[in-house]
């Protein structure tokens, strides 16, 4: 009696544990809505699981760098734009100046436009210069009015960026160099603003009031300097458009394949919730049932020892 008794208790036992097993994989489905939490539960198909996750960890990556570079980009253009303000702006007013044949306020008006240039090389993305060539935390252009500019021997030592351009990898097979140098962009305007300072202190000088016929025609050569250094930073704008437009196409092609990735991976860990909710249902009766078995036994094993 006392054998058959404990091998029903251990039956029982072993039912009631069974079942819970059960019950807790099917409450666990249905509130992950996977059909495992790791992935020793996919068996055979968990290499294809895990081929997949990686793939889609990867992309994600690639996308959090692609907007990053975005970001950045979006940043440059405002710089650029600044940069080609300052040319454009000096251009104009010379032109001014010309067409009134006086120069009265030309130069207040030329360092204002002479600060744009130095405001847009000097830019700053989160807290770090855009065109410092790897030294990010030194300002690249070291210079803030035409005077200082015409100080120097070379307009080179206006400048303190290092010659590390920025690259990014924007996806596996795309690595795009995004990066921009201030001596690059910068000592074409630079030196013009020089030559313009160097001409209005020289004897030829100074450029205040009413021009004379050399004066006019010195300026009007500075000023078509001015616009050709404008379209150099324009056709410098416009190549960081296109940097913006690969960058935009590598993350929608990434997003693409990440939703089609994860398509197939809901397809593969998804789980059928009527089904879980099925064997949630079932799973919980049989554990009633097995925990009912349990304490019938051991009310008749307690009756047994009070014999």
Known sequence: MRISTSQSWNNALSNLMQAQSRQNQANEQVQTQKVATDLRGYGRSSEIVASYQSSVTRIEGYLSV????????DTQNLA????????????QTILDALANGSANTMMQALNSDFAAVVDGLNFKHQGQYLFAGGKDDTAPVNVSTMAQAAALTNVADA??????????????????????????????????????????????????GELNDAQQTFLTGIAS?????????????????????????????????????????????????????TKLEMATVSVNASAQVVANLKQTTLLDLLR
């Open 159 to 208: 400048f303190d960026n290092g010659t590390i351009k920025k690259s990014s990898q924007i996806d596996a097979t795309t690595k795009l160099q995004t990066g921009m140098l201030a001596d690059d962009l910068g000592s074409e305007v630079m030196q013009i603003y020089k030559d313009l300072y160097d001409y209005h202190a020289s004897a030829n000088g100074p450029l205040d």
């Open 225 to 277: 300097r001015f616009a050709t250094a404008y379209n150099n930073v324009l056709e410098l704008t416009s190549l960081n458009g296109t940097y913006q437009n690969r960058v935009e196409n590598a993350a929608t092609s990434l997003t693409a394949q990440s939703t089609s990735l994860q398509g197939l991976l809901s397809d593969r860990t998804g789980v059928d919730l009527a089904e879980a909710y």
């Open 80 to 91: 650029l734009e600044r940069v080609g303000e300052g040319a454009e702006g000096a251009r």
């Open 66 to 73: 692609n907007q990053t570079v975005a970001d950045r980009l």
